[in-house]
């Protein structure tokens, strides 16, 4: 079958590109999502192991509690049932029900916290000391609905935006006079 120059013969060769082109980004757009999703679990930085690093220590400590304390409620609600009769309690307390309510109760969580909090002090001390000298400082002023950047030394304020070069080490001063601002 011959086209005719100007026919709809090659009006679909001219389309073949134009779909081929259009197929092409289509598939570049699928693909990129097939990339990983990104994982606060997966640390890639020196400060963001040692975050991690406290996470897990975290979630270990409150899973094991988890555990103990429903295998107890386990424990408790079968032994009720084997002995379905109600015993008379009198007035004291069994010894080693007050040793579990002392020691799960208060022992255990204050000795817990306080490993939490010196692992915390040591990741703190350990993330706010700078690796390498800042070679800019950039103070920023919170105001009530925005924020005054400013670069000393520069002569450069902005509001609401702080640009910084990328790979160096830059100290960040917040302040503030009115009222509490997250950053």
């Known amino acids: 079958m011959r086209h005719e120059p100007g026919g709809r013969g090659n009006r679909t060769l001219v389309l073949r590109p134009t779909r081929l082109a259009a197929f092409a ?47 107890l409620v386990v424990f408790g609600a079968m032994r009720r049932q084997k002995n379905r009769e109600i015993p008379e309690h009198d007035a004291s307390t069994p010894r080693w029900a ?17 490993v939490l909090w010196v692992m915390t002090l040591h990741d703190m001390a ?43 080490p830059v100290r960040v001063v917040l302040t503030t006079n009115d009222v509490n601002h997250s950053f």
């Open 25 to 71: 980004l289509l598939a570049v757009l699928v693909f990129t999502g097939c990339a990983g999703a990104p994982s606060t679990l997966d640390p890639h930085g020196p400060g963001a192991s040692r975050v991690a690093g406290l996470w897990w220590f975290l979630f270990i400590v409150s899973a094991v509690v988890c555990v103990v304390f429903i295998a």
């Open 98 to 114: 007050r040793n579990l309510v002392i020691g799960g109760g208060v022992v255990f969580p204050v000795l817990i916290l306080s």
């Open 126 to 168: 350990a993330l706010s000391a700078p690796t390498r000298p800042a070679r800019l400082t950039v103070q920023v002023e919170g105001y009530q609905w925005w924020w005054r950047v400013s670069y000393p030394g520069q002569g450069i304020v902005t509001a609401n935006e702080i640009h910084v070069p990328t790979g160096q």
